[in-house]
């Protein structure tokens, strides 16, 4: 299975931005939906943005308006820009490709920490 690559996050305060990077080869974005998770403290894993193969996107209504999901072709990479960060917001950050029937797949990355600060 493919495994997605995850950068970029950090410590931010309150208000602040942060901009995760996802690389994955083409292939991936081709054939797949793929989306960005999160893991925070004492909540199940959740879903935060998703593009489709087609290009649509949608948002988790707590990131809804703050976050932007967008992909450069030229570099196979998949961007979540993450602005008036809440403190809320931190935790482990993953993406991940999905399955024909929106299931992720088993081959999760590393991930990428998000702290925000209030």
């Known amino acids: 299975q493919v495994q997605l690559v995850e950068s970029g996050g950090g410590l931010a305060q309150a208000g602040g931005s942060l901009r995760l990077s996802c690389s994955a080869p083409?292939?991936?974005?081709?054939?797949?939906?793929v989306a960005w998770y999160r893991r925070t403290p004492g909540k199940p894993r959740e879903l935060v943005a998703r593009?489709?193969?087609?290009?649509?996107?949608d948002y988790a209504a707590s990131v809804r308006g703050r976050f932007t999901l967008f992909r450069d072709s030229t570099k196979n990479t998949l961007y979540l820009q993450m602005n008036s960060l809440k403190p809320e917001d931190t935790g482990l950050y993953y993406c991940?490709?999905?399955?024909?029937?929106?299931?992720?797949?088993?081959?999760w990355g590393q991930g990428t920490q998000v702290t925000v600060s209030s």
């Open positions: 083409v292939s991936v974005f081709r054939f797949n939906d």
């Open positions: 991940n490709y999905l399955d024909a029937v929106g299931v992720a797949s088993a081959s």
């Open positions: 593009i489709s193969v087609s290009g649509v996107i």
